[in-house]
């Protein structure tokens, strides 16, 4: 079992930035395939960015290529997102999730275990 706890989540201006961080606790977490999602209200859940054990392979969502960075420190079990030049519209609760296995994956319901969530909010 993995358990995930998100941090960093708050209120920021438009252009503004934020690092969220995410730390794992149960499982090896450098076996586990690592991910950020969003979820905005009234809205599906959306796949922003996700990392692999390596640290060397990532993959983002279009909407956030150039802007957002993810990042992991397997020694302290953690994973991180960095968020520049937000946008109101991308105001929404920010889960941290993972994945048994290696493969890169921008499907919710290909992950195992979620965070409970951080909400960040952009404000126009």
């Known amino acids: 079992q993995v358990q995930l706890v998100e941090s960093g989540g708050g209120l920021v201006q438009a252009g503004g930035s934020l690092r969220l961080s995410c730390t794992a606790s149960?499982?090896?977490?450098?076996?586990?395939?690592m991910a950020w999602f969003r979820q905005a209200p009234g809205k599906e859940r959306e796949f922003v960015a996700t990392?692999?054990?390596?640290?060397?392979?990532?993959y983002y969502a279009d909407s956030v290529k150039g802007r957002f960075t993810i990042s992991r420190d397997n020694a302290k079990n953690t994973v991180a997102l960095q968020m520049n030049s937000l946008r109101p519209e991308e105001t929404a609760v920010y889960y941290c999730a993972a994945r048994r296995g290696g493969r890169l994956s921008s499907r919710g319901d290909e992950y195992d275990y979620w965070g409970q969530g951080t909400q960040v909010t952009v404000s126009s």
């Open positions: 990392i692999a054990w390596t640290e060397y392979s990532a």
């Open positions: 149960g499982r090896t977490f450098s076996s586990l395939t």
